[in-house]
T-cell receptor
Framework: DAGITQSPRYKITETGRQVTLMCHQT?????MFWYRQDLGHGLRLIYY???????DKGEVPDGYVVSRSKTENFPLTLESATRSQTSVYFC??????????????FGPGTRLTVT | QQQVKQSPQSLIVQKGGISIINCAYE??????FPWYQQFPGKGPALLIA?????SEKKEGRFTISFNKSAKQFSLHIMDSQPGDSATYFC???????????????FGKGTKLSVKP
C-alpha cells in the first residue's frame, strides 16, 4: 500500500523555467491539496481539488497551475519559476466520507530550489 | 479572522517534563481543531484532534485542552521524550464538506526539542 507519493523529492531549477511536481495517491480519496512550507509561515494552501476536474484556489495560488484529470493524480505546475517559489511542497489527500476525523494524509514532500 | 496564531515558535524541554503549545483563533465558526506532528524530512501527520463540544481530549501522553470562551486551545505533552522532538502544527476548520469552508487553516508551527 503506497499511500501518497510525491516526485521528484528534490528539484533544482532555474528562474523562468517550467517545473511540474507530481502527486499520486492510492486510496481513491476525493480531496487533494497542495501546500507550501516556509520558515515562519507554516503550511499555506496553494490549491485544492474536491474531485477529478474540480479545482479551486487556496491562500497562495499565484504562479501555480493545477489539474486533476484522474482521481489519483494531482500535479502542480510552476509555469515560470521564481526564487520566491523556493520551498518545500507537500501534497495531501482526504476522504471526507470518513467522518468525523477529517484527517488529511500528507506526502513526503518535494524540496524545490529555484536559482 | 481566518488566522490561527500559535506560540511559542520554538520550545526546549527536558526529558520527562511537560511541553505546552498554545493556539488562538478568531473565527467562531471553526469547529474542528487538529494537531499535526512533523518529523524532519517527513510530511505532517495527524496527532490528535478535538471538537468544541468537549474541553479536553487525551490520547496517551498527548492532551488537547480547549477553551471555547477564550477561543484558545493547547497541546500538552506529558513526560516528554527525545522521540517527541518534532515540529507541531495546530489547525482549525469548519466540519463542512465541500467548498473552501472545509479546508484546514494551520498555525505557523512550534519546533519542540526534548533534551535527554
Amino acid at each position: 500500500d503506497a499511500g501518497i507519493t510525491q516526485s521528484p523529492r528534490y528539484k533544482i531549477t532555474e528562474t523562468g523555467r517550467q517545473v511540474t511536481l507530481m502527486c499520486h495517491q492510492t486510496w481513491s480519496h476525493s480531496y487533494m491539496f497542495w501546500y507550501r512550507q516556509d520558515l515562519g509561515h507554516g503550511l499555506r494552501l496553494i490549491y485544492y481539488s474536491a474531485a477529478a476536474d474540480i479545482t479551486d484556489k487556496g491562500e497562495v495560488p499565484d504562479g501555480y497551475v493545477v489539474s486533476r484529470s484522474k482521481t489519483e493524480n494531482f500535479p502542480l505546475t510552476l509555469e515560470s519559476a521564481t526564487r520566491s517559489q523556493t520551498s518545500v511542497y507537500f501534497c495531501a489527500s482526504s476522504d471526507y466520507a470518513k467522518r468525523p476525523t477529517y484527517e488529511q494524509y500528507f506526502g513526503p514532500g518535494t524540496r524545490l530550489t529555484v536559482t | 479572522q481566518q488566522q490561527v496564531k500559535q506560540s511559542p515558535q520554538s520550545l526546549i524541554v527536558q526529558k520527562g517534563g511537560i511541553s505546552i503549545i498554545n493556539c488562538a483563533y478568531e473565527n467562531t465558526a471553526f469547529d474542528y481543531f487538529p494537531w499535526y506532528q512533523q518529523f524532519p524530512g517527513k510530511g505532517p501527520a495527524l496527532l490528535i484532534a478535538i471538537r468544541p463540544d468537549v474541553s479536553e481530549k487525551k490520547e496517551g501522553r498527548f492532551t488537547i485542552s480547549f477553551n471555547k470562551s477564550a477561543k484558545q486551545f493547547s497541546l500538552h505533552i506529558m513526560d516528554s521524550q527525545p522521540g517527541d522532538s518534532a515540529t507541531y502544527f495546530c489547525a482549525a476548520s469548519y466540519m463542512n464538506y465541500g467548498g473552501s469552508q472545509g479546508n484546514l487553516i494551520f498555525g505557523k508551527g512550534t519546533k519542540l526539542s526534548v533534551k535527554p
